[in-house]
Nanobody
Framework: QVQLVESGGGLVQTGGSLRLSCAASGRAFSSYVMGWFRQAPGKEREFVAVVSRSGGSTTYADSVKGRFTISRDNAKNTVSLQMNSLKPEDTAVYYC??????????????????????WGQGTQVTVSS
């Protein structure tokens, strides 16, 4: 079992930057694939980015590619999402997610929210125009 706690959300102007962090406690952090999702009001939860167990592989949604960077520090049990050039359409609650059930790393599989077994409570990101 792993517990996930997100932080770093807030209000930022268009073009600004934020860095989200997710702290994990519990089982060996390096055994989890870690992802970020977001959910805007009235919309379904959508994939943002995912990083493999070692940090060597990353995958991004097309909408954030080139602007967001996911990274992890297995020594500190944290995963981060650096968000640059923010747009009003990035406004959402951002969730950290973890999965250890699937052997290996499949970018296709981990684009789906159903591929994750653990979720954080979320952190609000608001981008003003």
């Amino acid at each position: 079992q792993v517990q996930l706690v997100e932080s770093g959300g807030g209000l930022v102007q268009t073009g600004g930057s934020l860095r989200l962090s997710c702290a994990a406690s519990g089982r060996a952090f390096s055994s989890y694939v870690m992802g970020w999702f977001r959910q805007a009001p009235g919309k379904e939860r959508e994939f943002v980015a995912v990083v493999s167990r070692s940090g060597g592989s990353t995958t991004y949604a097309d909408s954030v590619k080139g602007r967001f960077t996911i990274s992890r520090d297995n020594a500190k049990n944290t995963v981060s999402l650096q968000m640059n050039s923010l747009k009003p359409e990035d406004t959402a609650v951002y969730y950290c997610a973890a999965d250890s059930t699937v052997r290996g790393y499949s970018a296709t599989y981990y684009r789906s929210a159903g591929g994750y077994e653990h979720w954080g409570q979320g952190t609000q990101v608001t981008v003003s125009s």
